[in-house]
């Protein structure tokens, strides 16, 4: 794999009023990588991502995304630098339809063909034939999708999806497995997760976040043997 | 006269100001507080208490005292009813979401107001005060034989407005006493914690929010009814005193009482000091402007804590 | 695209109906009219902050009195022309709007609504304050003889139906290709969810800010046109009664609506006119006419065609 490092922190701390949050992490992703963060309940993965993305300020510590400085950056320079970011608990236009919805993200990346391009994000998640829905209207599952739909569009150099497949069917979690493969190679991914299924299946490597600070990073094989880790989830009511 | 007895006297006339001010603004602040919505009707609750007051004791005749009293306990009940029926088939209807209720009370404001000019009429009508002995002040001077003690003319009070002053302290003591001690306080408090876990809890929310509601407007009322022997009922009597309390509660930190009740002292004790010197529409420029970047640049308020 | 085509040639059919109800209407509609069509160049304004950027200003009468008072004071006191009074009153609402909006769009919700408010108070304030220019609560009158744009008499009655039908074309075309426009539906976005609006990578703070002028100087635009085919200026335009029927213009007409506001106006002006004639109380309707509003049809007229039978009403 290429090595040339798409994203990298230096540092990053984050404390609220006396309590540390996120400490003093160094974090490298390349370029191309489907990178999965992982760790227990309160480990500082959302405030961490938080960070990545500029929804956080950070105490102190810096962040370099695609060869520049983004540590002052507000949020939305980030993403207009090439990052697509999906919430936690689902954040869509709900009174709008699914179109207007891609097209929203389409048209901040550019004014080209915003039609087409809707479209094929649309196509890639499965939902063309939903298009004039209102997003409202939709399933959950369904919702989820249109987020990702949403992030794909923007054909984002890095796309940070925080718990994507949270109230997912089990049918559900196997075709976005499907999905997340088949973005290999076309963007980075860095992926929040819970299910360890879905990270084993689609991660190229881990990072272990606990206690606000990086305890292991490794390929999936290496994390699954770490004894750390293993005491780390097991001390929680995650197995 | 001089500076110093003018001084006295601007201080005395803005010590009555900041008592009304003050029971007017912790109405407003109480609902705020606990409903967390914003009663842009309050001022009409103010016109409509001191409105009430006239017709109440024009209709008692006898003593100017007798009727006074019966107003006093009269046009608050009243004027709470009235507030509590709004907020039943009003507000609770559009689940107090905060802008839409602030459309609803402007739509109140001009109801109230609109129906008291068809019924009361444009004129301005006096309330005689139960009684107002005039009381004449005395002031200092340094002459060459030490301090000596003398009556400037036109320096003085009346009792009836020392009243006033007294009768706002007593009030807002005992609806300290009633938010914090007695067990509807508590309800009260409860609810603005948390209206959901309240509700879960088996307090009837619905009722909580009528009644407090009805027990701001009715503090309005109150104060309308103490300064009307004082100032007049007329049915644009409002728009000054909702202007003012806005002001109180704003620069006092929204729902708290305390730092309204200082806000509402500072504010009323200054506002009558500035006009007696300076142009009162200079006073009010700077006071609105004071209000909005109170709210821009401290949201807080002056005399709030941050919450992180 | 198509959507685009459509709204204009709607749009289009809309001002082609009002330039023809002028030969059919009696003098005293067609008056009316003319000053409604002013009025609802005021809450088009208002709706493209309130309706489609989702800010609820109380302070709107301080961009209409800036137009009004730019226009009149260079007129009165410059001893300038109509065109350029306008561009007086123009660029005043512009730098108004650009300052206030600035400040007030550091808050949101309620205190949005209370900054703003107070910040038309102290405008309203001012103009008394400064009553030696202003002639405060009393206002000036606009000679007739200065009433003149490019040759045109605008004291005439049927000029100034057709001016006001102009500025009327003007700014419907403005909003709807505003609406219609990638601006317009950020703005929309804004207001259906502005955190995931920020985080698809616009600058919300910049597109409120954006939506403020814009709205600021078309309700500026309404005032000063309100100052000229009118011939007065005065300090009640000012006040917070002013801010507040905008807001019940476009509740009543539709808010989101391109046509809502000057439905709401023709409704709301027509129902004052009648009842100011039984009662000298006839705010009475306007209080009444916002609370049923808000209780039984928030969309307001527009919005529930819309909903109901014109789902592609822009």
Known sequence: ????????????????????????????????????????????????????????????????????????????????????????????????????????????????????????????????????????????????????AMGLVQQPKLFILDEPTQGLST????????????????????????????????????????????????????????????????????? | MEFGP????????????????????????????????????????????????????????????????????????????IAALADHFVLRRINYDPERTIVATIGLLYVLQQTTLMTFGPEARPVEAPFNKRIALPWFEKTAEGFSMY?????????????????????????????????????????????????????????VYALVFGMGAAIAALAAVLVVPIQQAHYLMGHDPLLLSFIVVIIGGLGSIPGTIVAAILIGMSDGIISVFFSPTVAKILATLLVAFVLIFRPQGLFGKRVA | MIEQIRTSLFHLL?????????????????????????????????????????????????????????????????????????????????????????????????????????????????????????????????QQSQRVLSGIDLSDA?????????????????????VCSGFGKTLVAIRENEERARMLGYNVQRHKWLAVIASGVISGAAGAAYALLFGYVGATFATVQYSIFPLLYVLLGGAGTTIGPLIGTVFMFYLIDFSSELTNAYLLVAGVALILLTLFAPQGLAGELRKRVMPWLP
């Not at chain 1, 998640?125 to 987020?147: F, W």
């Not at chain 3, 949101?108 to 108070?121: K, R």
């Open chain 1, 1 to 148: 794999m290429a090595a040339v490092t798409l994203l990298s922190t230096k540092g990053l701390t984050k404390q609220y009023a006396g309590l540390t949050a996120v400490s003093n992490v160094d974090f490298e992703l390349p370029a191309g990588q489907i990178r999965a963060l992982i760790g227990p309940n309160g480990a500082g993965k959302s405030t961490f991502v938080g960070m990545l993305s500029g929804r956080i300020e950070s105490t102190s510590g810096t962040v370099r995304f695609d060869n520049r400085d983004i540590t002052t950056l507000p949020a939305h320079r980030r993403i207009a630098a090439g990052m697509a970011y999906t919430f936690q608990i689902t954040s869509i236009f709900s009174a709008l339809s699914v179109h207007e919805n891609v097209a929203l993200a389409a048209r901040r990346a550019s004014s080209r063909a915003v039609n087409r391009r809707v479209t094929d994000a649309l196509d890639r998640v499965n939902m063309t034939d939903r298009q004039k829905h209102i997003a409202s209207d939709l399933s959950y599952g369904h919702q989820r999708l249109l987020e990702i």
């Open chain 3, 158 to 178: 049927g000029n100034r139906y057709f001016a006001a039908l102009v500025l009327f074309a003007i700014c419907l075309f403005i909003i709807g290709w505003i």
């Open chain 1, 171 to 239: 049918s559900e979690i196997e075709s976005f497995i499907q999905l997340i493969k088949s973005l290999a190679g076309d963007t980075t991914i860095l992926l929040i997760e819970h299910n360890m299924d879905v990270v084993m299946a689609a991660a190229d490597y881990i990072t272990v976040l606990n206690f606000g600070e990086v305890l292991a990073e490794g390929t999936v094989e290496e994390i699954r043997n770490n004894q750390e880790v293993q005491r780390a989830y097991l001390g929680t009511s995650h197995a």
């Open chain 2, 6 to 81: 003018h001084f006295l006297l601007a201080s005395l006339e803005g010590a009555v100001n900041a008592a009304v001010l003050a029971l007017m603004a912790v109405g407003l602040s109480i609902v705020f507080g606990i409903m967390r919505v914003v009663n842009v009707a309050h001022g009409e609750f103010f016109m409509l208490g001191a409105v009430l007051a006239w017709w109440i004791s024009s209709l008692v005749g006898a003593h100017p005292a007798y009727g006074f009293v019966v107003a006093l306990i009269a046009a608050p009940l009243i004027v709470g009813a």
């Open chain 3, 14 to 142: 809309l001002i082609a109906a009002l330039a023809g109800l002028y030969f059919i209407l009696p003098e005293y509609h067609s008056g009316v009219l003319a000053r409604v069509m002013v009025l609802a160049v005021y809450a088009m304004g208002y709706n493209l902050l309130f309706g489609y950027t989702g800010l609820l200003s109380l302070g709107h009468a301080l961009f209409f009195a800036a137009g009004m008072y730019g226009l009149g004071m260079a007129m009165q006191h410059l001893d300038l022309s109509s065109s350029l009074g306008i561009l007086a009153g123009l660029i005043t609402a512009l730098i108004v709007s650009a300052v206030i909006g600035f400040l007030a769009l550091r808050t949101s919700g309620v205190a949005f609504m209370i900054v703003t408010l107070m910040f038309a108070q102290a405008g309203y304030l001012t103009i008394l304050w400064a009553g030696e220019y202003t002639r405060g609560d009393e206002g000036f009158v606009i």
């Open chain 2, 151 to 207: 009556w400037p003319w036109g320096l003085g009070t009346t009792t009836y407005k020392l009243a006033v002053i007294a009768a706002a302290a007593v009030i807002l003591i005992g609806l300290w006493i009633f938010m914090t001690r007695s067990r509807i306080g508590l309800i009260m408090r409860a609810t603005q914690l948390d209206s959901e876990m309240a509700l879960a809890y088996g307090i009837p929310v619905d009722r």
